[in-house]
């Protein structure tokens, strides 16, 4: 355990990505990645998790709509704030997130500045 005290559960399927967010995050929260649903129920059983930022589209096994549809009817995990950062920038996805559950969207590219301001609101 780091000396930060807020954790990030990030779920990118994608290596760079997953690489990319660990550097960016890692100065100032706990970084935990999970590149599957599977792997991010594991980590959200086992962490004390502050914010989800969600990958939209999986390559295995559930997406990241289905994923945050099952946090929010788990009483566990249901007021865990989770932001959808992908690459999928229509107002139809970002209408879609919403609905699944998504406390926020981010759409891919993103500023860090943007991205950190829509995060600390939850945070």
């Not at 760079?16 to 890692?26: A, G, P, V």
């Not at 590149?35 to 295995?60: F, P």
């Not at 970002?94 to 559950?101: F, I, Y």
Request: charged share 35%; aromatic share 8%.
């Amino acid at each position: 355990m780091s000396e930060h005290t807020r954790s990030i559960l990030v779920v990118e399927d994608d290596e760079q990505s997953q690489k990319y967010m660990r550097i960016l995050l890692s100065r100032e929260f706990n970084v935990h990645i999970a590149a599957t649903g599977e792997k991010a129920w594991e980590i959200l059983a086992r962490e004390k998790v502050d914010l989800v930022l969600m990958d939209l589209s999986l390559r295995d096994g559930e997406d990241g709509l289905q994923i945050t549809q099952k946090i929010r009817q788990d009483d566990r995990f249901k007021d865990v704030p989770v932001i959808a950062l992908t690459a999928h920038a229509f107002p139809e996805d970002r209408k879609r997130s919403l609905e699944a559950g998504c406390n926020d969207y981010v759409s891919k590219p993103f500023q860090w500045v943007h991205l950190k301001s829509v995060m600390e609101k939850f945070l």
